[in-house]
């Protein structure tokens, strides 16, 4: 069916157990109250002589993020995993992902998080966190079934 889907009907999942013989895929939505995914390209814009001062644009690399905003829920096991490899370098940040779109197409690969942030904010309010998921390679995509 066409038409706009909602944000809220996408589903994102992290696997909570890298170091496993077998994925833990943890759902990551609670607290979660913003994603902005981002294809960060890599552009060669050159002009050419035969062009009349006007450039062309090639997309020459990419890597596609997921930026992640929300508010700190202590005892969900994706925000727990994430929040606990705060302070890891290296491999202690890689794990793999799922991105299920609202319309069935899947995108899934090997991932880093990165800029993990929070949780901070006023004396009041709830713990504002920001963290992201970051593709290493082009991740697969599952297009939907009919």
Do not use: C
């Amino acid at each position: 069916m066409a038409g706009f889907e909602m944000m809220f009907a996408h589903n994102f999942q992290i696997n909570t157990t890298p170091e496993g013989e077998t994925e833990t895929l943890a759902p990551l939505a609670v607290g979660i109250s913003n994603v902005e995914p981002a294809n960060n390209e890599e552009l060669d814009q050159t002009i050419y002589l035969d062009g009349d001062g006007y450039g062309t644009t090639d997309v020459i690399g990419a890597q596609m993020t997921l930026a992640f905003t929300g508010h700190r829920y202590y005892g969900d096991a994706a925000q727990d995993f994430i929040f606990g490899t705060q302070l890891e370098l290296g491999n202690g940040r890689k794990t793999t992902f799922e991105w299920l779109e609202p319309g069935g197409g899947t995108f899934t690969g090997n991932i880093t998080i990165a800029n993990i942030s929070g949780p901070s904010g006023d004396a009041g309010a709830k713990g504002e966190v920001s963290f992201e998921i970051h593709f290493n390679g082009k991740p697969t995509y599952t297009p939907p079934t009919p």
